[in-house]
């Protein structure tokens, strides 16, 4: 399995996975790809993950070959026909990006949005 994790527009400043996570991840013998800057503005180089076991790709290479794609933002129209058949996780905010969501479907896009993920109980939800 290959996890793909993208840069994001700015102002974004987060980044879907930092380098410190990935031990976890390899144990699993996940291969990680992240985008070339990706975690800059989180204080993240691409050293770091390189030195933690990733590789930096451009994002054509990540969308087009990874299985699970990590994206804080939702996509371009353009972009979301280039994912059928991968799964993409993130903070889509499904509920204000409706029209995205529907062209997600429409190509068989798996999306998972953290926003809609239940918070367990006796767990405070966290906001952002």
């Given amino acids: 399995m290959t996890?793909?994790?993208?840069?994001?527009?700015?102002?974004?400043?987060?980044?879907?996975?930092?380098?410190?996570?990935?031990a976890t991840l390899k144990k699993w013998n996940v291969e990680l790809v992240i985008e070339s800057n990706a975690g800059v503005n989180a204080f993240a180089a691409d050293d770091k993950y390189t030195a933690a076991g990733a590789t930096v790709k451009s994002r054509e290479e990540i969308m087009k070959h990874c299985d699970i794609i990590l994206s804080m933002s939702s996509f371009t129209?353009?972009?979301?026909?280039?994912?059928?058949?991968k799964i993409v996780l993130g903070v889509y905010q499904p509920l204000f990006n409706?029209?995205?969501?529907?062209?997600?479907?429409?190509?068989?896009?798996?999306?998972?949005a953290w926003i809609c993920c239940p918070v367990p109980p006796g767990h405070k939800a966290w906001m952002y």
């Fill in 77 to 85: 129209n353009a972009e979301i026909t280039n994912l059928s058949t």
């Fill in 3 to 22: 996890i793909g994790v993208l840069k994001e527009a700015s102002p974004e400043t987060r980044v879907s996975l930092l380098p410190e996570h990935l």
């Fill in 98 to 112: 409706f029209n995205a969501m529907k062209d997600c479907a429409a190509n068989g896009v798996t999306v998972l």
